[in-house]
């Protein structure tokens, strides 16, 4: 009989589990181990919801779990803050602590080791290392990321002076499998943007990204699915207009800009039949914002930050709301 093939080569045989009679007292059940007997891609799915250390520190546990983590779970790859500072305590304890190149050198491992398939990545913008741009870009052409769900990316190290542009054949790869995208810290050029078209993905994150207008509005109608938008500190042109049969949530956010570039301080709502939520997030102490809604018949809340400084003007129609809620004549 041939032996099953998996994604890491053949399946070995597991030996079937001894039956258990109804009269088997509880106690006679201690140390059965029943986790074992559940087939390899439902383990997968298990490890898959742990801590992305701990997860693969289940490849000690015993000789057929060496592939689980590796082949059958699904990859959550999240460098964020806590996953971080625990790495480097633990590298503290051991005397030494951990560069970002090392850091990113760890991640271009897991990458390369793991044979199942991508389910999220994220990398904030707290490194620093050599041939950032290369680097990533590495990154995202990994087979390790394939079908690639959620994406959590910050392109440029916040502490540096420019923004790099976000490469345009990575953008591409995930173009049909992404659910959830947040990318800060970037340029988004034309010809990235270009041709997109995002059929599944249901949340789009902008923060601190230099685009166009042109640009902004493709991706917003290149979203058929898109129920949640937030868009926070974004640079090139002044005003974003929303059309969008499926947007159910729009946050939208100001703040201090590093660069001259001018930044959006306006949003109008064309149309957006299904829009429930909008959310004024953050404002900056020397920006008004300016909303206006034109058509969102199902539009249940509207939240707006309030400052000595700075005003949020806003909008229903042609009726001006002041920012204690009053419509003004």
């Known amino acids: 009989m041939a032996m099953e093939m998996g994604p890491c080569g053949p399946i070995p045989k597991r030996s079937r589990p001894a039956s258990v009679s109804p009269s088997t007292g509880v106690g006679e059940l201690v140390g059965v181990d029943r986790i074992s007997d559940l087939p390899d891609v439902i383990l997968g799915e298990i490890v898959s919801l742990l801590p992305l250390d701990e997860g693969a520190r289940t490849q000690i546990l015993a000789s ?63 490194f620093r290392f ?39 054949s990575a953008v591409f790869r995930f173009s049909t499998t992404l659910r959830v995208a947040t990318i800060a810290h970037c340029k988004l050029p034309d010809s990235t943007v270009q041709g997109l078209q995002f059929a599944h993905l249901k949340q789009l994150g902008l923060k601190q990204v230099l685009i166009s207008e042109h640009s902004m509005h493709h991706i917003i109608a290149a979203c ?25 949530s729009i946050g939208v956010g100001t703040g201090i800009s590093r660069t001259n570039e001018l930044q959006v301080v306006e949003l109008v709502v064309d149309n957006a039949p299904c829009l429930k939520r909008l959310l004024h997030l953050q404002m900056d102490a020397c920006l008004d914002m300016h909303i206006a809604v034109i058509s969102a018949p199902k539009l249940e809340t509207f939240r707006c930050c309030l400052s000595q400084w700075a005003s949020t003007r806003f909008g229903v129609g042609s009726a001006p709301i002041q920012r204690d809620g009053t419509l003004m004549a």
């Open 130 to 168: 050599s041939n950032q741009a290369a680097t990533v870009e590495a990154w995202l052409q990994s087979a390790a990321l394939d079908n690639l769900q959620e994406l959590n990316l910050w392109h440029t190290n916040e502490r540096l002076p420019d923004y790099l542009p976000l490469p345009r």
């Open 224 to 248: 058929p699915a898109l129920e949640c938008l937030m868009i926070e500190r974004i640079f090139g042109f002044c005003c974003v207009r929303i059309n969008s049969l499926s947007l159910r």
């Open 64 to 126: 057929r779990w060496r592939r689980i983590w590796r082949c059958y779970a699904p990859l959550n790859l999240d460098f964020c803050a806590p996953l971080v500072a625990r790495t480097r305590r633990r590298r503290r304890r051991r005397g030494r602590g951990l560069r970002d190149d090392e850091l990113a050198g760890l991640i271009s491992r897991i990458l390369s080791s793991h044979q199942g398939t991508g389910r999220r990545f994220c990398v904030h913008s707290s």
